[in-house]
């Protein structure tokens, strides 16, 4: 809508938006951004994807935790008799919360990939279309993969994330 508006006071339908793209986007970052409107989908892509790392390692340790506490729980009337059942009862009650713990996160953690893997795919069918302010042929594209894959070891290349 804002372009035809600007394309029709400029008369020429290719000169006006490209007048336009150069207006909107005249300031650029010091980043090896293709554009300066990729920037902001970047920069949410790398904080949601921060917070999946994250909630990933505690699913981790969540696991671990609730794999130990169990396995304790078992074990612990065999190895001493006479109170290992009432230590026993005590870790299965840590058990129980470690269990709620790792419920929580895995979902929280769900939801943080479909996210991530939504805007991970948003940004992949930018870069495909080449989307940049340049009027000719440029490298933006392929500098900018490289760069995130230098800096953040995120690959852009293929449609999966780890």
């Known amino acids: 809508m ?12 290719l000169v006006g938006s490209c007048q336009f793209a150069q207006c909107k986007t005249s300031e650029r970052l010091d980043q090896a951004f293709p554009s300066v409107r990729i920037a ?8 949601r994807y ?31 008799p006479k109170v290992g059942v ?8 840590l058990f129980f919360f470690a269990l709620r713990y790792y419920l929580v996160v895995n979902e929280r953690a769900s ?11 948003h940004l992949i ?14 490298h933006c594209v392929a500098d900018f993969r490289g760069y995130v894959l230098k800096n953040y ?5 293929s449609g999966s994330l780890r």
């Open 40 to 47: 902001p989908l970047f920069y949410e892509f790398l904080g």
């Open 86 to 93: 009432w230590i026993s009862l005590v870790i299965f009650i």
């Open 111 to 121: 939801h943080l990939y479909i996210n991530v893997y939504v805007l991970h795919h």
């Open 153 to 157: 070891r995120i690959s852009f290349e």
């Open 50 to 80: 921060n917070d999946w790392r994250l909630a990933k390692l505690q699913v981790m340790i969540g696991s671990i935790l609730v794999l130990f506490l169990g396995l304790f729980a078992l074990i612990m009337p065999w190895f001493l």
């Open 125 to 138: 069918g930018k870069l495909e279309v080449g989307f940049c302010d340049h009027h000719e042929p440029c």
């Open 2 to 13: 804002i372009t035809s508006t600007v394309v029709r006071k400029e008369g020429s339908t």
